[in-house]
């Protein structure tokens, strides 16, 4: 049976991918070590490192005025990495609150700066992507801070923000390398690797030079990005085996037509699923907004909470698996990331149909 697995985050892997590290894993191409035993300055990790960088670069465009650091410590370390390094001498920083990422990263930031809220979503629970026009921004803010997709709530922009002078920074930890976007309307882009990239443990960030060296007094070295900018990310032993394993995934995403066929199949899977909720007469309902509705996370909910239990109990049976919605808002949840095969989209839609129309 084919398993598929839906999870949020560490979620699936290509298997391509995973079967060349079992390959490679003992003996990496013929060098006698397993990446994971390597020196980080040796020649053999030196150029595992080099050659993920790079392909990076190609996949998303990176423009050379950018630094693409390989840090530690999550998207959480960034909450407060981003105001420790970017408020510079500005006074505030604006925030969009669009859901629960938003609001982590706005907690955090308050302990090092004042924190300009300058729209939220609270009014509809969250659901939507409020318009532009509606955000009250400063424009005298030391950046501006949204997340572009929201792995709970399963909102996502369609849009880039147009910030002028102020640096836009973007939480794209679950929607990264999804879709095309152009990265120099970006400040920062920041994001924990393991929902759309490899293992957990890798943690990219994408920062703009003149952003770079700012950093405020006292800031522990291992906070600043410029300690790791200018040691290449290997200022200390950065995580060797998580860094390979991106780096098949990038060789994997170019082997298969790169970002924008990416893209594609993922309009097409979320497509899918979306149809199968809103033609399911009521039994299925996605909370969110048509509109601004993740093409990465899909929640929805049972018409009759009471068959939750047995929804997730015939869809493991099934080999679909971790759909439980997240603890705070209850429900299913579909985590569709570009390792999700089209098959598997089909599988788990074919298998709602039936479930609803055995219990409707
Ligand atoms: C998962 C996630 C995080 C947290 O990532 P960690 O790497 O666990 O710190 C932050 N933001 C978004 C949008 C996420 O999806």
Redesign the pocket.
């Known amino acids: 049976m084919a398993i598929y697995n839906f999870s949020a985050?560490p979620a699936v892997l290509p298997k391509e991918v995973l079967l060349q590290a079992q390959a490679e894993l003992a003996d990496w191409h013929g060098s006698g070590m397993s990446v994971m035993e390597m020196s980080h300055r040796g020649k053999e990790y030196m150029g595992i490192h080099a050659q993920a960088e790079a392909d990076l670069r190609e996949l998303m465009g990176i423009p050379a005025n950018y630094k693409l650091l390989f840090l530690q410590g999550?998207?959480?370390l960034q909450f407060s990495m981003i105001p420790l390094n970017l408020m510079r001498d500005k006074a505030s920083a604006d925030y969009i609150y669009t859901g629960e990422?938003s609001k982590?990263a706005i907690g955090e930031a308050k302990k090092f700066c004042a924190v300009n809220v300058a729209i939220d979503n609270k009014d509809k629970n969250c659901s939507y992507v409020p318009a532009f026009d509606t955000w009250k921004c400063d424009p005298n803010a030391a950046y501006l801070h949204y997340?572009p997709?929201?792995?709970i709530g399963g909102v996502e922009f369609n849009w880039i923000p147009e910030t002028g002078d102020v640096p836009l920074v973007a939480?794209m930890?679950?929607n990264i390398l999804s879709r095309e976007i152009d990265v120099s309307k970006f400040g920062l882009i920041y994001a924990?690797a393991?929902?759309n990239i490899g293992p957990?443990g890798l943690?990219l960030v994408i920062v703009r030079e003149d952003l770079i060296g700012q950093v405020a007094a006292g800031t522990p070295t291992m906070l600043d990005y410029k300690t790791h900018a200018d040691g290449e990310s290997m200022y200390n032993t950065p995580p060797t085996f998580a860094i390979y394993m991106a780096g098949l995934v990038f060789q994997w995403l170019k082997k298969n037509g790169g970002i924008a066929a990416m893209e594609k199949t993922n309009i097409a899977k979320s497509q899918l699923l979306y149809d199968a909720i809103d033609s399911s007469n009521g039994f299925y309902n996605c909370p969110v907004n048509k509109a601004d509705r993740s093409r990465m996370n899909v929640p929805f909910t049972l018409k009759d909470a009471a068959l939750d239990g047995e929804f997730l109990k015939q869809a493991d049976a099934r080999g679909l698996l971790q759909l439980k919605g997240h603890r705070s808002v209850g429900g299913m949840r579909a985590s569709i990331y570009n390792a999700m095969p089209l098959e598997g989209v089909q599988a788990l839609v074919g298998f709602m149909n039936e479930f609803a129309s055995s219990n409707s």
């Open positions: 985050g999550g998207a959480h990422w982590k997340t997709n929201e792995t939480d930890s679950s924990g393991q929902k957990a943690t």
